[in-house]
């Protein structure tokens, strides 16, 4: 169906509707912006920037959210709902253009986290009201949205404003406590309203969104050596981290998107909206915030090794760069693990274990070369991945063995 043959109105899909070209459109301003918070951090690697950059990042998130429950019941490609996505683009990018002041305000020019607040208030604004218009009579519908404006979308938007107003450690914790209050708030609100008309969608949708996030870590790493001389320890840092990123992508679409998206279509009704809000919308922004960490330490790693008239390549990583290396990844698998509990009901171990090891893991890479803990990680990412593999490989039929 083409961007203009449904005219000016919203269409709604149905339930084998699955991702538009115009939804993959949308979603590349998403690149940008992950690729900004990951600038963010690196710009100046300490404990209150990583946070700051988290805070971001989940703002930035409930953006992108937003707009993958509304495209699952209305048609991306519709006439209506493309400008709104094209709308809604244009006020990202400008949201991602400040990303690297919203903390740090550069003199002249417009005042970057008053930008970032009032950018960010408008792409809610927009998805309530575009909602809203998706099912005129859906009285639950509106309700919900009348639940999620008083609760979740105008108290954080206060707190925002508030918290431009200020710097430093001070403006982090208020926009924290306003991300707590906005995703406690959809927490609190219920699920009554809402619904999944195309599990298939919504589950590739998210898919996505993962596969931008590790497309960050590999830009992060030509990023890293830009600019310096190619060298036999830059290319086997290279293949190290898009190691590390290939078992990240291996571990998500083989053990997890599948049967989740299977119990996402068996689920009915208030179920299946529980279960998205709760495996999709709340834990894979951890998934992809481990990746984007993980690729802060690939960045920095990547200049060192390559930066050698100011780095021996004998030196280690120092400081939050030399957690979150291990650490990004000890995110993700402890997301994993969460979302595999979630969404198959099975307990994993090995998961749980990889990812603990991995948060911990930073006093020891401090005390290696970058190189080595490149390729530590990279050889337990493969480890893991092996194992996963083995142990949940399908049991093969016998020949001859009647199917049911």
Not at 15 to 44: C, K, N, S, W
Not at 385 to 402: I, N
């Amino acid at each position: 169906m083409g961007t203009n043959s449904e005219g000016p109105r919203l269409v709604a899909t149905g339930g084998e509707h699955r991702v538009t070209p115009a939804e993959l459109f949308f979603d590349l301003v998403f690149v940008y912006a992950i690729t900004q918070v990951t600038a963010l951090m690196a710009a100046d690697p300490s404990g209150l920037r990583l946070l700051g950059g988290m805070v971001a990042l989940a703002l930035l998130w409930w953006c992108w959210c937003c707009f993958a429950w509304l495209g699952n019941v209305v048609r991306a490609d519709s006439g209506a709902m493309f400008t709104v996505l094209v709308s809604v683009m244009a006020v990202v990018l400008i949201v991602s253009l400040t990303v690297p002041e919203i903390y740090d305000d550069a003199p002249g020019g417009l005042h970057a986290p008053l930008v970032f607040v009032l950018c960010y208030g408008a792409v809610r604004v927009l998805h309530l009201v575009t909602y809203w218009l998706s099912d005129p009579a859906d009285r639950g519908l509106h309700r919900a949205l009348r639940r999620i404006a008083l609760i979740s979308v105008a108290p954080p938007f206060a707190l925002l404003l508030v918290g431009a107003a200020f710097t430093g450690t001070t403006q982090v914790l208020i926009w924290l406590a306003a991300v707590v209050i906005d995703y406690l708030g959809i927490f609190v609100t219920g699920k009554s309203g809402w619904r999944v008309a195309s599990p298939g969608h919504f589950a590739e949708r998210h898919g996505l969104i993962v596969i931008i996030a590790l497309g960050e870590s590999i830009v992060a790493i030509g990023v890293g050596v830009s600019g310096y001389a190619l060298s036999t320890p830059v290319v086997a840092g290279a293949a190290l981290g898009l190691l590390i990123s290939a078992g990240l992508w291996r571990l998500y679409f083989r053990q997890l998107a599948e049967p989740a998206e299977h119990r996402l279509t068996a689920a009915a009704g208030d179920d299946r909206t529980r279960l998205a809000r709760d495996a999709y919308t709340f834990l894979h922004l951890p998934l992809v915030a481990g990746i984007v960490v993980t690729a802060l330490g690939m960045k920095k790693s990547l200049t060192q090794i390559a930066d050698t008239g100011h780095y021996d390549l004998a030196e280690p990583l120092h400081g939050v760069v030399a957690w979150a290396l291990p650490g990004g990844v000890g995110v993700f698998l402890l997301a994993s693990a969460a979302f595999l509990l979630r969404t198959a009901n099975r307990r994993s171990p090995l998961l749980l274990g990889a990812g603990a090891l991995c948060l911990v893991a930073g006093p020891a890479v401090a005390l290696v070369p970058s190189l080595v803990a490149l390729a530590s990680l990279a050889a337990l990412v493969t480890a893991l991945v092996l194992v996963q593999d083995s142990t949940t490989r399908p049991r093969p039929t016998a020949v001859g063995t009647p199917h049911a």
